[in-house]
């Protein structure tokens, strides 16, 4: 029967969410210390202790490629936070990992997540959508102005939809 070290080597918990031409991975640990990143093209590595002396060890193939150069580390009080500029910006990942199957220690972060590809024409298709029903309610009253009463609270959600994406 082998001893165990006391110690065992475990991977930080990860959050990651997409935007168009960055990947940003925040690692969860408590006031890392001797943090060692490796950033490559196709992968990542990362190392460190907690201030527990718990072990740390993650390894990460990327699902597209990443510049190396203009990716950093960043290393904050409770988190190690990643930033991998992506070798094809405006493409989104469906998943930061290469292989399909997720690894338990990485999830999505909802918080910052945005499904960015879709933000332009989700706005204007609502805003289209919203144009013609008050034409449509507008030539049912024979041309008179509908009564918006009942509308005005969604009108001004669209309005102010609208209103976000063309800030860009």
């Known amino acids: 029967q082998t001893m165990l070290p006391s110690k065992s080597v475990q991977p930080a918990h990860a959050l990651w969410f997409d935007r168009k031409k960055y990947v940003t991975i925040n690692f969860a640990v408590q006031k890392p210390t001797g943090v060692q990143v490796d950033i490559q093209p196709d992968k990542m590595i990362l190392c460190c202790k907690n201030d527990t002396d718990d072990v740390f060890y993650n390894e990460l193939h990327f699902y597209d490629k990443v510049q190396i150069h203009d990716s950093r580390e960043t290393v904050h009080e409770r988190t190690i936070h990643v930033l991998l500029r992506k070798m094809k910006p405006d493409v989104a990942w469906p998943r930061v990992q290469k292989d399909p199957a997720k690894p338990s220690w990485i999830s999505v972060d909802f918080d910052n997540w945005r499904d960015w590809e879709h933000e332009e024409d989700e706005g204007k298709a609502e805003y ?41």
């Not at 289209?128 to 001004?156: F, H, T």
């Open 128 to 168: 289209d959508q919203y144009v013609d029903m008050i034409q449509e309610m507008a030539s049912e009253n024979k041309g008179a102005i509908p009564d918006m009463g009942d509308l005005s609270d969604v009108s001004r959600g669209i309005w102010q939809l609208s209103l976000c994406n063309m800030e860009k």
